[in-house]
């Protein structure tokens, strides 16, 4: 017996302060969320996009200040919302509540500031 073929997955709060973006997608998704390649799709996207937003962060803050078509090819504003929509996508077809998992580790960082390690 299988436990993951009897274990029932939770269903998003569509009311969540992320339910509002999780029916936006569903617009724009129609045509690839049945795909089996969707998820690897997406999970490349987001690495592609933490590469970008580090290359732009590293262009203005960092190690290569003179690469100059970084800092005005890729304005960080643009790559964090680009990372966040693939995060989205990612929890939706996962079924994941990120408003659930958010509170979590913000109370998880609470709790170690409280009562750090020794």
């Known amino acids: 017996m299988n436990i993951n073929n009897n274990k029932q997955r939770k269903m998003i709060n569509r ?23 969707y998820g690897s799709i997406l999970l490349l996207s987001l ?15 960092g190690r290569k200040r003179t690469n100059l078509a970084a800092i005005n090819d890729e304005a960080q504003e643009a790559e964090l ?17 990120l408003h659930e998992r958010i509170m979590y580790s913000l109370n998880k960082i609470k709790k170690r500031k409280l009562q750090p390690k020794v």
């Open 47 to 61: 690495v592609e996009e933490v590469g970008e937003m580090a290359r732009a962060y590293l262009a203005e803050h």
């Open 81 to 97: 919302g680009d990372i966040l929509i693939s995060i989205l996508r990612l929890a939706r077809i996962k079924n994941i509540d």
């Open 15 to 37: 009311s969540s302060p992320f339910g509002q973006y999780f029916n936006y997608m569903e617009e724009i998704d129609t045509e690839w969320k049945n795909s089996n390649e």
